[in-house]
């Protein structure tokens, strides 16, 4: 039993979807995600909320989305395998759909050497192929990773990552086969910036169907500065952006204008790739510019299914 959530309507309506994430706040604060979602609620058909993202103590993702949720708004909820045994993950899971969460993004979480708390010990009890298994099992056979059953229902819409750039490229597709063959429903892609080589990983993903039995979103990142594009071209795994994107932003006499201008040119290229199925818009910091880019790439008025 799927969630039936607003972006499982969506995707399967055909229509071409927009995500977008929110980061929850290193507080208490109620009102900082709120305005997020205030931000976000009429240009997307759901909103992520990101968990202990690049390893840094946050509010936790099922906190987020519940907020979100009392607005109106359709959370996804990121779930990393770092900080987690199986006894917590499914516990956590268990929580999500009593709240009335339905979409969950599986991930293997970044490196804590990376974060504020470089000396955690990460869990990694089990892979993030194997949580999406996990997630499926306890939808489709009501059953715990132990084979105990669960009681009740477990309606869950469930997405994985990809990364199209990564290395080695030649494995990239077969892994995304792995997540799909594994229960993926939806896949997030790192940020696309190459649209050429983007389009090659595409059309591997067509030429074995997987486009038909998973939905594909591609991530956008908008740049605000020349800083921001040559720190994500050098320092930033899995990303690539041509050299010609940071000239632009180097030259660019209004650097976040000329950002905004680069995405919505990337975003244009993406509407007409096949296999498309959407995007996931992750502005780091800069969640008030994507309504703005939403609205200007003509994504606007969002489906009401």
Not at 185 to 194: E, G, L, M, N, R
Request: aromatic share 4%; with cysteine.
């Amino acid at each position: 039993m799927k969630a039936g959530t607003n972006l499982e309507k969506v995707l399967e309506s055909g229509k071409f979807t927009v995500t977008a994430e929110a980061g929850p706040p290193k507080g208490t604060s109620v009102a900082s995600v709120q305005k997020k979602g205030e931000l976000l609620r009429h240009c997307c058909d759901a909103v992520n909320v990101t968990d202990n993202q690049t390893a840094i103590v946050r509010m936790s993702s099922l906190t987020g989305c519940l907020i979100l949720k009392q607005q109106g708004i359709d959370p996804v909820m990121q779930m990393v395998v770092r900080d987690r045994n199986r006894l917590a993950i499914q516990s956590d899971l268990l929580g999500a759909v009593a709240l009335g969460v339905g979409n969950v993004l599986c991930l293997s979480g970044d490196h804590q050497k990376f974060g504020n708390h470089p000396g955690a010990k990460g869990v990694f009890d089990i892979d993030s192929i194997q949580l999406i298994q996990t997630l499926k099992m306890m939808r489709d056979e009501k059953k715990f990773l132990s084979g105990e059953d669960i009681n009740g229902e477990v309606p869950l819409f469930i997405g994985a990552a990809a990364n199209p750039f990564a290395d080695p490229s030649e494995f990239r597709v077969s892994r995304l086969a792995k997540k799909v063959k594994a229960g993926a429903d939806f896949i997030q892609t790192q940020a696309v910036y190459d649209v050429d080589r983007f389009r090659q990983w595409t059309e591997a993903v067509v030429e074995r169907d997987l486009d038909k039995q998973t939905h594909i979103l591609a991530g956008v990142i908008p740049i605000k500065s020349a800083g921001m594009a040559r720190y994500m071209r050098d320092s930033v795994p899995g990303v690539i952006i041509p050299d010609e994107i940071v000239t632009r932003m180097e030259q660019a006499t209004e650097a976040k204008e000329e950002g905004v201008k680069i995405i919505l040119e990337v975003i244009e290229q993406l509407k007409e790739i096949p296999g498309v199925h959407g995007i996931h818009i992750m502005a780091v910091s800069w969640e008030d510019i994507i309504p703005e880019v939403v609205r200007k790439a003509v994504l606007m008025p969002r489906p009401v299914l």
